[in-house]
């Protein structure tokens, strides 16, 4: 009786660790990467990852938890990175991530991501530093969450950006996944009215038809003026504001 005694007694000892410690774990807190920046529990670097093609992991995420809390931070796709150094390429992240954080760790984290400038500079083998900007909206956010359900991390995907990012023809979505491209230009094309979700102010003096139809062609609408609208636009108008939308 009396080893028994003995026994559970050491069996009690060896488990009340562990149950004080579970008793004791803090409650984890999900938010938004964006969030916990604004709440100031986490700080976070973005960096190029090395080695890896545009359209491949090739974004790594630094972050710290500052808080006493344990954090489960998400990160969506559609995030938008800038260089530093805007000679090189700006970045989108194209998949949905979460990285769980306790109190005071550290943890850096590759991202699927692609780039939104063609024209840019790659990083090539120089470390670049990124700064959050504003998410994807629109068509864009489609494209990314259509990349992101598919695992189209490939060079048809990167198309897809492009042509949204450029403003291009559907033709310059190509590739061997045939079924990723049609997939694809369906999407932008049944979009097609919100292309870029490029949404800006502009001031103008319209005075006559001419303006009118160069304000129009840059919004990609080729119409040619006929007589009646080029009489209706003769009127003076001394400053409108236009939102374009392309």
């Known amino acids: 009786?009396?080893?028994?005694?003995?026994?559970?007694?050491?069996?009690?000892?060896?488990?009340?660790?562990?149950?004080?410690?579970?008793?004791?774990?803090?409650?984890?807190?999900?938010?938004?990467?964006?969030?916990?920046?604004?709440?100031?529990?986490?700080?976070?670097?973005?960096?190029?990852?090395?080695?890896?093609?545009?359209?491949?992991?090739?974004?790594?995420?630094?972050?710290?938890?500052?808080?006493?809390?344990?954090?489960?931070?998400?990160?969506?796709?559609?995030?938008?990175?800038?260089?530093?150094?805007?000679?090189?390429?700006?970045?989108?992240?194209?998949?949905?991530?979460?990285?769980?954080?306790?109190?005071?760790?550290?943890?850096?984290?590759p991202i699927y991501a692609m780039c939104t400038e063609p024209h840019d500079r790659a990083p090539g083998d120089n470390y670049v530093t990124y700064m959050l900007s504003k998410d994807a909206i629109g068509v864009m956010k489609c494209v990314t969450d259509l990349i992101t359900q598919n695992k189209y991390h490939n060079s048809e995907g990167q198309q897809a950006v492009w042509c949204v990012a450029e403003g291009s023809s559907l033709d310059a979505i190509s590739g061997y996944d045939t079924i990723a491209v049609k997939k694809l230009q369906e999407l932008i094309s049944s979009n097609s009215v919100l292309r870029n979700q490029?949404?800006?102010?502009?001031?103008?003096?319209?005075k006559t038809m001419s303006l009118y139809v160069s304000c129009i062609k840059k919004m990609g609408r080729h119409q040619e003026p006929t007589n009646k609208n080029m009489n209706s636009m003769q009127v003076f108008i001394p400053k409108v504001t236009i939102l374009f939308v392309w």
Request: charged share 15%; glycine share 2%.
């Open 1 to 109: 009786m009396k080893s028994k005694i003995i026994l559970l007694t050491l069996i009690l000892l060896a488990i009340l660790p562990l149950i004080t410690a579970f008793q004791n774990k803090p409650a984890v807190e999900e938010l938004t990467l964006k969030q916990a920046i604004e709440k100031g529990y986490i700080s976070c670097l973005f960096e190029n990852n090395k080695g890896f093609t545009h359209y491949s992991k090739c974004l790594t995420l630094k972050i710290s938890n500052h808080s006493s809390k344990m954090l489960t931070i998400k990160i969506n796709n559609g995030i938008q990175v800038n260089p530093v150094d805007s000679v090189y390429q700006n970045l989108i992240v194209t998949e949905n991530i979460f990285v769980t954080l306790n109190p005071q760790e550290s943890k850096t984290t």
């Open 198 to 206: 490029r949404t800006f102010w502009s001031e103008c003096s319209i």
